[in-house]
């Protein structure tokens, strides 16, 4: 079964600094993987998702993530944090030709200090 | 409008009593999902369905029931609530033909307090 794993429940950067929240994935076989934003009080958005067209996938609002399969990560990165960027991520796993509910991770709550 | 529409958005509920969340969608997508999100604890998948005749259990099914009454309405019910269900409940659509690499569309969340 797939599972995703994030490494920090909490992450505080600064405004202009970048961005990096880490996720790893483990699946038996070749997933597909999401990032999805959830801002307070509203449902989740998706940001960016890979599904093998390319390892390096942009997203919006200046995000993107590289999926690397030595690696088995999915980090999602940006260059310069916004203000706005203030809210929780979460990473995801689904896998082809399964049952392709979502797997999520615990979440990363992201803090930007002015 | 919301293309998913999750009623009520917050309810509070006393010990034993049956409570329905409904959501609906205009989305025309087959597959819909009932999560629940605790913090710290990301998102759980209670229910699933595919289509109307088919509906699948997830992850922490235990306690709830689900009702897809159309394709685009799917609600979830909890038969008599229990302080440890106060969470907050997400509604999910996708599209059949994704085959797994099509995003979730999801609502705006029903926090359910019990008490």
């Known amino acids: 079964a797939q599972s995703v794993t994030q490494l920090g429940s909490h992450v505080s950067v600064s405004e202009g600094a970048l961005v990096l929240l880490r996720c790893n994935y483990s699946s038996s076989v070749p997933p597909y993987l999401f990032w999805y934003v959830q801002y307070p009080n509203q449902g989740l958005q998706l940001l960016l998702k890979?599904?093998?067209?390319?390892?390096l996938v942009k997203g919006i609002n200046g995000f993107e993530a590289e999926f690397k399969k030595s690696e088995t990560s999915f980090h999602l990165t940006k260059p310069s944090a916004h203000m706005s960027d203030a809210a929780e991520y979460f990473c995801a796993v689904s896998v082809k030709g399964g049952s392709e509910k979502l797997v999520f991770g615990k979440g990363t709550k992201l803090t930007v200090n002015p | 409008d919301a293309d998913v529409t999750q009623t009520p958005r917050n309810r509070i509920t006393k010990t034993g009593k049956r409570i329905m969340l409904e959501c609906s969608q205009t989305k025309g997508h087959d597959r819909m999902y009932w999560y629940r999100q605790d913090p710290g604890l990301g998102l759980q998948l209670i229910y699933y369905?595919?289509?109307?005749?088919?509906?699948n259990k997830g992850e922490i099914s235990d306690g709830y029931s689900v009702s897809r009454q159309a394709q685009a309405k799917f609600s979830l019910s909890l038969e008599s609530a229990i302080p440890n269900q106060t969470a907050l409940y997400f509604c999910?659509?996708?599209?059949?033909?994704?085959?797994?690499?099509?995003?979730?569309?999801f609502g705006q969340g029903t926090r359910l307090t019990v008490v």
């Open positions: 890979y599904t093998s067209a390319a390892t």
């Open positions: 999910a659509t996708s599209d059949l033909r994704g085959r797994g690499n099509t995003e979730a569309f």
């Open positions: 369905s595919f289509d109307v005749k088919d509906i």
